[in-house]
């Protein structure tokens, strides 16, 4: 008897002490791969019009919200100050993703990343290309929206003449 109360008790013990993840199925990785896509097309469109309150629009306004560029370290509130005003002294850009992919660590957080490329024309008339560039969104369901509460980006840029920018 006591030998069966211990296995009672060891089952037990195991049973709550270990959690079985279950794997997310090819149907919920499309769902879910479909939404983030939308959120993430939505932001690059938002650039290309140089909209900038489309653009920070799926950015989680949070104290722990992290945003890499470049080498500098940014909260929410650096990317308003810093990104807003740049997004002023633009005419509009072209990003042109050339390859995304998508990881998913459960069903409320994926890892999106992009190699893409940038030509930014300017209101005085230059214009940059930023080739190569890389981008690291995590996006997490937030209130049954897709939220970017972290991201990555490096880009490479140059200075273009006027000409070869059109």
């Known amino acids: 008897m006591k030998k069966l109360i211990f296995l009672v008790l060891l089952l037990t013990t195991y049973s709550c002490g270990t959690k079985t993840n279950n794997p997310i199925s090819d149907t919920e990785k499309e769902k879910i791969q479909g ?4 959120v ?7 650039c290309d019009q140089v909209n900038f309150d489309k653009a920070i629009e799926p950015f989680y306004d949070s104290p722990d919200f992290v945003y890499t ?18 997004f002023g002294t633009q005419i509009n850009q072209k990003n042109t993703i050339l390859d995304e992919k998508y990881a998913f660590l459960d069903t409320s957080t994926v890892l999106y990343t992009a190699n893409f490329k940038i ?6 008339g230059h ?21 970017i509460i972290y991201g990555a980006e490096s880009t ?5 003449s006027s000409e070869s920018s059109k």
């Open 127 to 147: 214009s940059t290309l930023a080739d190569p560039a890389a981008l690291l969104l995590i996006f997490k369901k937030i209130d049954d929206k897709w939220r």
């Open 40 to 46: 993430a097309n939505a932001f690059f469109e938002a």
């Open 156 to 160: 490479v840029e140059k200075i273009l």
């Open 119 to 124: 030509i930014s024309n300017f209101k005085d």
């Open 35 to 38: 939404e983030v896509k939308e």
């Open 69 to 86: 560029y470049n080498g500098s370290i940014l909260s929410y509130k650096d990317c308003v100050d810093i990104f807003k005003p740049s």
